[in-house]
């Protein structure tokens, strides 16, 4: 049996974070959800093994929350999601170390392949 890891999603959908979460729980991974990239940084005093989250949001975007996880040491895998993919926000998440950048709706195959790699 797969060891089972804690995974974070942060995406301001809730039908997003619900449906993401349901999907990680049933690959045996305990999942934490949160509203916004400012809600996930206040909890942050107990990491994730990885993160799952998406670019798009208001206040904070996917981009600038790794940007202000790298700033604090973080070196959690993570794997980025949109629905509105730009090449030059593509490359920067993965020039900065993104394990995938993943365009929505999110194929569950792919994003349990991704997620498989970014926690060996």
């Known amino acids: ?19 993401l979460s ?7 991974h305990e999942v934490r959800t949160y ?3 400012s809600e996930f940084l206040a909890a942050l005093q107990d990491p994730p093994d990885c993160l799952l989250t998406d670019i798009q949001m208001p206040q904070m975007n996917g981009d600038v929350l790794q940007q202000e ?4 040491g973080c070196t959690f895998p993570m794997i980025f999601m949109s629905a509105f993919p730009t090449d030059a ?10 394990v995938a ?20």
């Open 1 to 19: 049996m797969n060891p089972m890891y804690r995974v974070a999603i942060v995406d301001d959908d809730d039908g997003v974070r619900q449906s």
């Open 22 to 28: 349901s999907l990680l729980r049933s690959l045996g």
């Open 35 to 37: 509203a916004s990239a």
């Open 69 to 72: 996880l790298l700033a604090r």
């Open 89 to 98: 926000i593509r490359e920067g998440v993965v020039a900065r170390g993104a």
């Open 101 to 120: 950048f993943l365009d929505k709706p999110v194929d569950a195959d792919t994003l349990a392949r991704y997620l498989a790699q970014a926690l060996e």
